[in-house]
Every structure is written in structure tokens, then in C-alpha cells.
């Protein structure tokens, strides 16, 4: 829709007359308990799938639980319903001041125009060990939020939080940074000027960074929960990267929401995390629920329904890691992503899409979703780092489904060597998840994953309005976009997981991931989101037989359980588990040559079992 034209009609939605109650197009956060519901739904067959562009509105999530209600006899069982009931309830607002939900919600007439607003708070807290070392973690934050409707077409919301952390993290080593290779220009060697070509900023041409573990929690598991730095208690004033000690940090989430044309076109402006896939959430290739918030205006139209188009541009943040300056010089970037799903309904879905991480400008190209980012790049001068994604999902409603799904960095499609170039870029999925009907929603999913080297990665890109050289690799605020695995990393899935009770659930997971490592004098070219890009033809990958390799098994079961139905704000959630980790090494390694692996212990890379434990609790869930 073009500006203007919105801009047109957003007086006359603000002057809509409504005497019913107001929609909820606000969000719906990833980690609420109706988004495993749904899914299934799905599964079962009792339901349409909502969009795979993720958060949910509010609407769209009480409409398909209701449907949900309402299936056929059979479809579910009795404690189902009752669990579907308790899902949908917290939705279901009462005027004043609420003590069991910690909100206070009022509407009213204004003029002719139906009014609402909601405030409320809750506290969440997580501690986390590692034993036998007792290394810990803890994240404490306190929300205050506050959001309303205005008529039936807008929503809109705003939570802040705050809290303090503590969280140990151990240096593992150093990683060296590959030498920075632009297909343009050649080698760069660190000085301005080289090959001919001005470069007003130094970027080195082998530089090092520490690389780090978060031994209390299981790997690949932790996300910040702060925005840009924390501050010590001891000065305020400072802003760190980590709290190593106690420190204090802040998040804001927020957004507006819009919908026309009968809810066929949403409109979103926010700052939120997300998660766009028809899997569940903390599967997506391309955009997952484990990386950072950012600000994005995103929106979504289904003219059939079998057929959406979602889009979305958005401004991604830097990593603080030293200083303001200097470490946000480089990552000024903007994130667009354009995406079309065919479902049949029942059987059949298929998506596909592209994602663009551009260099800060006004550029119509990107923002315009009816544009192909894939053929646009090469209309302004290919400066920017485009990917390409697919899902393709076959389900047979109350059994199982099954699914596949692939994002292409960059590829060069040469048939003999593709498997073994570093230049080709790709990660790929695949999975079946199964409906267990031994326990009210119960399912057991198996999925396996594989990232290759340098996916993710991008080399430093020199653009005519930029001051310096923008690193325009697929991350936000130092983590990835994408899927939570580093480059040159697989994983092999396998969890049982049941909401057995409206006010329990529990789960039992396995997975074997193993990754190349990126520090020491064993380090794998491509394993770090720090690594460049490398399109020499000539560089190769051998999984496992190139270097030093780790090896995670990790072993999981935790559970939660709700005092909500007692009336008392309350819910408690514990995880515990054991982690082994294991090296091997190439037995060619230092040679060049590719080899078998064999186990490797030493004092760099260590073999270590760990037993885990986690525990949090939440008022006013």
C-alpha cells in the first residue's frame, strides 16, 4: 500500500464506530502455551494453520482456540478441551482490577468510539548451576506494560522491563579472524589504498576475538535479555557487554497494529522477537524465535485462503562489546524480507521466500513487498547479502507430519564440488513430528539439522554513502537471525513433549550437536559468525575431518507447573539435565589432507560431563 495512501485512511480508522468489543490485534509473546496448542490443532487436522509469519494477534490466536472448542466430537478428548478452555481464558477480559491475571482492564464509549486499556505487571525469575563446578546464571526482570484498542481497527501496546543478571561466562580461547577477501578487489591487507582502491576504514586483515561459554545453561540456549549494554551497581554510568558480576539492564518491547479489508491485510509496526516458519517456534531457518527483538513495519495479506503474502523491513541493532562508537560503525544495516505460503488446509504447505541484509538508505526497492529482493540487488550495485529460503510440509491430520526446509546463503552450482566447496553456503533442515495420543497433547518430534561453514556470514561490503565499510552479516546485535546453531554445525533432535494437564506440562528431549570449533589451534575455517565469507573456488570442507570437532550430547527433562487454577499468580518451571561433551580431530591434521577423526583430550579441548539444573518461577503469569 503506498504511504500516502495510508496515511489517508488511517484518520477515517481512528474515527470508526464500533458499540462491540474492541479486536485484539496486538501480539501474542512466542513463548506462550497457545502456540503449542494450535500447532495441534493443526496436527489433528481440526483447524486451518494460521500464518507462519509469527507473533500471532491476539485475534487470530483466540479465534482458532475457539474453533478448537467447537470441533467435532471426537476430535479431542475431554481433558483436552478443558486444557483449550484454560488456554483461552486469560483472553477473556473482565472490567477492573483482576488480581489473579495482575491487570486492570477498562473500556468505555468515547464520542462514538470504543475505547480500551490494560496495565499490568508481573516479575519473572531463573537460576540456573552447573555442578560440579557450580558455575550460575541468573536473569531477574520486572514488567510493567500497558496497551488498549482505539475502535476496532488499531491496537497497540508497550512493556518495559528491567532486572538484574549474573551470569558467568568462561573464555574458552582465542579465535583467529580469516583474512578478509572481497571477489571485487582482491585480498585485503589491512592498508587504505590497497589494490588501488580508497578504504576510509581500517579493517584488519587478520585481527583475533575471545570466544566464550555459558557453562549454567545448555548450549546454544541462551539469549540476551537486554538491550545494547548493562550497567554495574557500582557505576551506573558504565556500560558493559556481560554481566560477569551483578548487573543492572533494561529491554522495551512495543508495537502498533492495524487491520483492514475484514482482518485480510495486518499491519504491524514494533519491536519484538519473531519467528516466521510453519514449525514450531525455535525451528526456522531464516527467521527465528531465539534471535533478538529489533524494529521492523511488517504486515501480511491473504486474498485466498490458501494463499498469504508477509513482508517485513526493519532496522537491526550492533553488538556492544567495547565502545559505543566503534562497535556500531559497522553494522548501520537494515533487514528486509519478503515471503509467499500456499496451504491447502489440511495436507499441503509450501513457502518460500528471501531475506535481505542492506546497508542503511533509503531504498524503495527493499521496502516495496511486491518487489523480488533476488532480481532488485543487482539493479543497485549488489552491495547487499541476500538469502533464499523454502518449506515444504506434508501432514496426515491425527497421525503425523513431516517436513523440509532449506536457506542458500550464496552457492556457486557446480555439480561435482558442491558438497565440498566453502563458497557454498546452505543450511537444511528436515523432521516428522507425531501425534502421541497415549497423553492429552502429547507429541514426539525428530528433526535433524545441518548448517554449513560461513552460512550466516558476510564479507565487509564498501557502499558510496557509507563512512565506512558495513559488515552486513545475517545477525542482530551479535546474534543470529537465523537458526541458533553457529556456522559448521549440525544437530540431530529428538523430544517428547505433553501438556497433560491444563496447569502442567512436561517434556523429554535428546539432541547430539556437534560443531566445529572456532578457537585454538584447532579451529575450523567458517565455524564463527565472525568469519568472512571465503569464495575462493579452491577452498573446501570436509564435516568432522577438517580440524577439531565438539561433540554435545545433551540430555534433558524439565516441566512446568500453573497455581492460576487455585486463584493464586503463580507458576513454577524447572529443567534439569546432563551434558557430555567430547573432541575429536582430523588423524591428518597439520598435513592439509583430509582424514578420519579420532578422540582428542587436552588441556584446551577438554572432555567434561555436566549435570545442569534450572529453576524460575513467575507471578502473574
Known amino acids: 500500500m503506498h504511504q500516502k495512501s495510508l496515511f489517508c485512511l488511517l484518520p477515517v480508522l481512528l474515527l470508526s464506530v464500533s458499540i462491540l468489543a474492541a479486536q485484539q490485534l496486538n501480539s501474542v509473546p512466542l513463548g506462550h502455551l497457545a502456540y503449542n496448542i494450535i500447532q495441534m490443532g493443526v496436527l489433528r487436522g481440526t483447524i486451518t494453520p494460521p500464518p507462519s509469519a509469527k507473533p500471532w494477534s491476539e485475534l487470530t490466536v483466540t ?20 486444557i ?10 473482565k472490567k477492573g482490577l483482576d488480581y489473579k491475571e495482575g491487570r486492570y482492564y477498562g473500556e468505555k464509549l468515547l464520542g462514538n468510539q470504543h475505547i480500551s486499556l490494560e496495565a499490568g505487571a508481573n516479575w519473572q525469575s531463573d537460576f540456573s548451576v552447573k555442578a560440579p563446578d557450580a558455575k550460575i546464571g541468573t536473569v531477574n526482570t520486572g514488567e510493567l506494560y500497558i496497551a488498549g484498542d482505539m475502535g476496532k481497527y488499531l491496537s497497540w501496546n508497550f512493556k518495559g522491563r528491567a532486572g538484574f543478571f549474573s551470569i558467568y561466562r568462561k573464555q574458552l580461547g582465542t579465535h583467529l579472524d580469516p583474512l578478509y577477501v572481497d571477489p571485487k578487489y582482491g585480498e585485503y591487507d589491512g592498508n587504505p589504498n590497497s589494490n588501488g582502491h580508497t578504504y576510509y576504514y581500517d579493517i584488519p586483515a587478520q585481527s583475533s576475538s575471545s570466544v566464550y561459554s555459558i557453562p549454567a545453561y545448555f548450549p546454544y540456549t541462551f539469549s540476551k535479555q537486554w538491550e545494547g549494554g548493562v550497567f554495574a551497581p557500582d557505576d551506573l554510568a558504565s556500560y558493559g557487554d556481560w554481566p560477569q558480576k551483578f548487573a543492572f539492564g533494561y529491554e522495551i518491547i512495543s508495537e502498533l497494529n492495524t487491520a483492514l479489508f475484514s482482518n485480510l491485510l495486518q499491519l504491524r509496526f514494533g519491536r519484538m522477537r519473531r519467528d516466521w516458519g510453519p514449525e514450531a517456534n525455535g525451528s526456522s531457518l531464516f527467521m527465528n524465535a531465539q534471535a533478538r527483538p529489533y524494529m521492523a513495519l511488517e504486515g501480511s495479506v491473504a486474498p485466498y485462503s490458501w494463499l498469504r503474502l508477509s513482508f517485513l523491513t526493519g532496522a537491526l541493532e550492533y553488538e556492544n562489546t567495547s565502545n559505543q562508537w566503534t562497535d556500531a560503525d559497522p553494522f548501520q544495516n537494515l533487514f528486509s524480507l519478503t515471503y509467499l505460503e500456499l496451504d491447502t488446509g489440511k495436507h499441503f504447505h509450501f513457502d518460500f521466500g528471501s531475506a535481505t541484509v542492506w546497508p542503511k538508505r533509503f531504498d524503495l526497492g527493499y521496502i516495496f513487498p511486491l518487489n523480488s529482493n533476488f532480481m532488485y540487488q543487482n539493479n543497485i550495485g549488489d552491495f547487499d547479502n541476500l538469502g533464499l529460503f523454502a518449506d515444504l510440509e506434508f501432514r496426515w491430520p491425527g497421525l503425523f507430519k513431516v517436513w523440509g526446509s532449506l536457506y542458500i546463503d550464496e552457492i556457486r552450482p557446480v555439480l561435482g564440488s558442491f558438497l565440498t566447496l566453502d563458497r557454498n ?22 528433526r535433524y539439522t545441518k548448517i ?39 544437530e540431530l533432535l529428538l523430544r517428547l513433549e505433553s501438556m497433560f494437564r491444563p496447569e502442567a506440562s512436561a517434556h523429554l528431549q535428546y539432541q547430539l550437536i556437534r560443531h566445529g570449533v572456532d578457537y585454538g589451534y584447532g579451529q575450523v575455517d567458517g565455524s564463527s559468525l565472525r568469519d568472512k565469507i ?26 512446568s507447573y500453573s497455581l492460576k487454577s487455585r486463584n493464586i499468580p503463580f507458576s513454577l518451571y524447572a529443567e534439569t539435565g546432563l551434558v557430555v561433551t567430547r573432541f575429536t580431530i582430523n588423524s591428518n591434521f597439520g598435513s592439509g589432507t583430509e582424514g578420519d577423526y579420532e578422540a582428542l583430550d587436552n588441556t584446551e579441548y577438554n572432555a567434561d560431563t555436566g549435570l545442569i539444573f534450572s529453576l524460575g518461577f513467575k507471578l502473574f503469569p
Open 452 to 490: 554449513e561453514p560461513y552460512t550466516y556470514t558476510h564479507e565487509y561490503t564498501e557502499t558510496p554513502w557509507n563512512r565506512v565499510p558495513s559488515d552486513t552479516s545475517y545477525l542482530n546485535n551479535g546474534e543470529s537471525l537465523g537458526f541458533y546453531l553457529p556456522p559448521n554445525s549440525d
Open 534 to 559: 571465503v569464495k575462493d573456488d579452491n577452498s573446501e570442507k570436509h564435516f568432522l575431518r577438517d580440524g577439531v570437532y565438539q561433540w554435545d550430547h545433551v540430555f534433558k527433562l524439565g516441566g
Open 84 to 93: 483449550i478452555a484454560a488456554v483461552l481464558a486469560p483472553f477473556e477480559r
Open 63 to 82: 479465534g482458532k482456540l475457539r474453533e478448537m472448542l467447537n470441533a467435532p466430537s471426537g476430535k479431542f478428548s475431554p481433558k483436552e478441551l478443558e
Open 425 to 446: 553456503m546452505y543450511a537444511y533442515q528436515g523432521g516428522i513430528k507425531a501425534d502421541v495420543r497415549l497423553l492429552p497433547f502429547t507429541a514426539f518430534t525428530v
